[in-house]
């Protein structure tokens, strides 16, 4: 369990209103309609439904320069997962670790570290908005996740992608999962970042990748992935609400 869950927990109780937690009770099957998720934002903050009711989510998340950057960028959550396999390869400085993409695709593949810095890659300033309440200003260098996409190939019943990270979370039974629409993993600045402040990204902010979703919480910046998954539901990954937060009830668009 994480440090400052008890946090999150009088964070959600706070924010979850009676339209929320019905929401939170079972429309699984209304939610899997295109228009259901669109017209009921269920959260405290703008929601992908309140988006979507507009038009279109806001393009771009707002970029900063070196000035802006924060003195350091802390970490939070998990600092070094408890898995004997991913100790094992940040030994090694991740020389043996590959990334697995697969699931709903037509060409599965494996990318190796030095794979992914060979591709076409993207650095960003942006701030990191944590639901506990910080914020932190970080310039993150990596590969677009659009261009790990045109790689693969998603089949047309893809519908999210979804991040299986490497730390165990409660007993050891799950790992720490997230998951986002094809709308935010295409998205320019959806990138797989394997730098942080023009450093090698540090184990504490997820090393050897962590996905940088700018316009959303930080939660949704899965750290530690072994594995991306292209599905058309994630009703039966874990507790079936998209991500490892989202199964303790935080909102599964978690827009900013
Ligand atoms: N695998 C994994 N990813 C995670 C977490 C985690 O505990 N495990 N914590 C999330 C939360 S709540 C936040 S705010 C950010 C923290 O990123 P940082 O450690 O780089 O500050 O990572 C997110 N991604
Ligand atoms: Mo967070």
């Given at each position: 369990?994480?440090?400052?869950?008890?946090?999150?927990?009088?964070?959600?109780?706070?924010?979850?209103?009676?339209?929320?937690?019905?929401?939170?009770?079972?429309?699984?099957?209304?939610?899997?309609?295109?228009?259901?998720?669109?017209?009921?934002?269920?959260?405290?903050?703008?929601?992908?439904?309140?988006?979507?009711?507009?038009?279109?989510?806001?393009?771009?998340?707002?970029?900063?320069?070196?000035?802006?950057?924060?003195?350091?960028?802390?970490?939070?959550?998990?600092?070094?997962?408890?898995?004997?396999?991913?100790?094992?390869?940040?030994?090694?400085?991740?020389?043996?670790?590959?990334?697995?993409?697969?699931?709903?695709?037509?060409?599965?593949?494996?990318?190796?570290?030095?794979?992914?810095?060979?591709m076409p890659?993207?650095?960003?300033?942006?701030?990191?908005?944590?639901?506990?309440?910080?914020?932190?200003?970080?310039?993150?260098?990596?590969v677009p996740?659009a261009e790990v996409?045109r790689?693969?190939?998603?089949?047309?019943?893809?519908?999210?992608?979804?991040?299986?990270?490497?730390?165990?979370?409660?007993?050891?039974?799950?790992?720490?999962?997230?998951?986002?629409?094809?709308?935010?993993?295409?998205?320019?600045?959806?990138?797989?970042?394997?730098?942080?402040?023009?450093?090698?990204?540090?184990?504490?902010?997820?090393?050897?990748?962590?996905?940088?979703?700018?316009?959303?919480?930080?939660?949704?910046?899965?750290?530690?992935?072994?594995?991306?998954?292209?599905?058309?539901?994630?009703?039966?990954?874990?507790?079936?609400?998209?991500?490892?937060?989202?199964?303790?009830?935080?909102?599964?668009?978690?827009?900013?």
């Amino acid at each position: 369990m994480n440090l400052n869950s008890g946090a999150k927990r009088r964070f959600l109780r706070l924010a979850a209103g009676s339209a929320s937690a019905l929401f939170l009770t079972g429309c699984d099957r209304l939610s899997r309609t295109e228009w259901f998720p669109r017209l009921l934002g269920q959260g405290e903050r703008l929601s992908y439904g309140v988006y979507r009711l507009f038009g279109s989510r806001r393009p771009m998340a707002q970029e900063f320069t070196e000035v802006d950057l924060s003195p350091s960028f802390r970490s939070n959550g998990t600092r070094l997962p408890e898995n004997d396999v991913y100790q094992a390869l940040a030994k090694d400085g991740f020389a043996n670790w590959a990334l697995e993409v697969g699931g709903l695709v037509e060409q599965p593949v494996r990318l190796t570290l030095a794979q992914l810095r060979a591709m076409p890659s993207r650095t960003q300033i942006t701030r990191h908005d944590c639901v506990e309440g910080w914020s932190a200003i970080g310039k993150w260098t990596g590969v677009p996740l659009a261009e790990v996409l045109r790689q693969v190939r998603p089949t047309p019943q893809a519908r999210y992608v979804v991040f299986h990270c490497a730390d165990p979370m409660e007993n050891g039974a799950n790992f720490y999962y997230e998951s986002i629409d094809l709308d935010d993993a295409y998205h320019v600045q959806t990138i797989l970042a394997y730098g942080l402040n023009d450093a090698t990204l540090p184990i504490d902010n997820g090393a050897p990748i962590r996905v940088r979703i700018e316009r959303q919480l930080g939660y949704k910046m899965a750290k530690y992935i072994m594995r991306i998954e292209l599905v058309e539901s994630f009703a039966n990954i874990a507790g079936g609400k998209g991500g490892y937060w989202e199964d303790q009830g935080y909102q599964w668009y978690a827009g900013i």
